[in-house]
């Protein structure tokens, strides 16, 4: 995989407040909805690079969905101690 691109974004102090708070909002970094924001913008448009690959997933992976429809393991219930 190559490298990530990097490049320099001067914003006005009020945008880059108001995207961070947005991306506060859907979990995401200010970078991370940058960037959504972007490809969103390219789709609509038609300009989307058909080589442009997803944005990588980051963070803890999803719960399968039979792992969240199985109950919960409960301790089978035994003799009380006093």
Do not use: C
């Not at 979990?27 to 442009?52: C, H, V």
């Amino acid at each position: 995989m190559s490298e990530r691109k990097k490049v320099l974004l001067r914003l006005d102090p009020a945008v880059h407040d108001a995207l961070a708070r947005w991306a506060g909002q859907e979990l995401r970094s200010t970078n991370a909805q940058i960037e959504f924001l972007l490809r969103r913008a390219l789709d609509d448009a038609g300009r989307m690079p058909k080589e442009a690959r997803d944005i990588p997933r980051r963070g803890r992976p999803r719960k399968s969905k039979a792992a969240s429809e199985e109950p919960e393991a409960r301790p089978e219930e035994g003799p009380e101690r006093a």
